[in-house]
């Protein structure tokens, strides 16, 4: 054997071990990125619609809310409560584990600890006061299942001032008359926009108050949307499936 071929034997497994060590790199940036800054996550149902729409990608930031058991893979952080962060507003949308299910949700912030939450006749109440409402007009919601309903669309208007739209397929559905909810210290009260499609803190037994330990990030921005839930890897669909307007904007 020459001296040449015996010296290329020697660097194979040198360049093993640096690509080894690379790729264990990226992976704890990749993870710490992911617990500690950013978290992409998708939208598989219609609850938040027309805001957050089913195939909608965005990202959620970790810190601006602080840690909490949740902000890590597998939810293994020997965390009780949360450390740092501030607490979140009304109106923000936040992403969650719902602890009945074990899934993460995205769901509008509409109550905060203290708080009582009443729907009457498909108006939102908070602390007895009715929340303002602008019809903006009509409109067609179609669900994961590709069930579509026309619905009247409104602007709702939160008492800091803070608006977004909301969907309404009619104002006496099942959960537009609702108990009074009395919010609990440490818990906050979610609701999906598409009032009358959503598994939200309406239903106590499939929601309910939800702890702010349970936070995982405030959505923050789009950066990718297909229509009808393609995924994202068939990228022969992209042509006709991918929703340009509505990538790189900022989620209210």
């Known amino acids: 054997m020459s001296s040449e071929t015996k010296s290329k034997d020697k660097e194979k497994p040198s360049e093993l071990r640096e690509t080894i060590v690379v790729?264990?790199?990226?992976?704890i940036i990749a993870l710490v990125f992911r617990s500690f800054i950013y978290q992409p996550f998708s939208i598989p149902t219609a609850s938040l619609q027309p805001n957050m729409m089913i195939g909608d990608y965005f990202i959620s930031s970790k810190f601006t809310w602080g840690y909490g058991r949740y902000s890590f893979p597998l939810g293994i952080?020997?965390?009780?409560g949360r450390i740092f962060g501030r607490e979140p507003n009304r109106g923000d949308i936040a992403v969650?584990?719902?602890a009945p299910t074990?899934?993460?949700y995205v769901k509008r912030v509409?109550?905060?600890p203290g708080d009582r939450i009443q729907m009457i006749n498909g108006r939102l109440f908070i602390n007895g006061e009715m929340l303002e409402r602008e019809m903006i007009g009509r409109a067609t919601d179609t669900d994961s299942f590709g069930n579509s309903l026309p619905v009247t669309q409104y602007m709702e208007?939160?008492?800091s001032g803070f608006s977004y739209m909301i969907n309404e397929i009619s104002d006496n559905g099942s959960l537009d008359n609702t108990?009074?909810?009395a919010v609990p210290e440490g818990h906050y009260f979610m609701m999906g926009d598409n009032r009358d499609r959503s598994q939200d803190s309406r239903i106590l037994s499939a929601v309910g108050y939800v702890p702010f330990g349970n936070l995982i990030g405030k959505a923050e921005a789009r950066f990718f949307s297909m229509?009808?839930?393609v995924p994202p890897w068939q990228v022969w669909q992209w042509p006709a499936k991918l929703r340009l307007d509505r990538m790189f904007q900022s989620v209210y």
């Open 157 to 159: 208007t939160l008492p």
């Open 77 to 80: 952080a020997p965390i009780d």
């Open 102 to 104: 074990g899934e993460d």
């Open 179 to 181: 108990i009074e909810y």
């Open 227 to 229: 229509q009808d839930n």
């Open 23 to 27: 790729i264990v790199q990226a992976l």
């Open 110 to 112: 509409i109550g905060i």
């Open 96 to 98: 969650f584990k719902n």
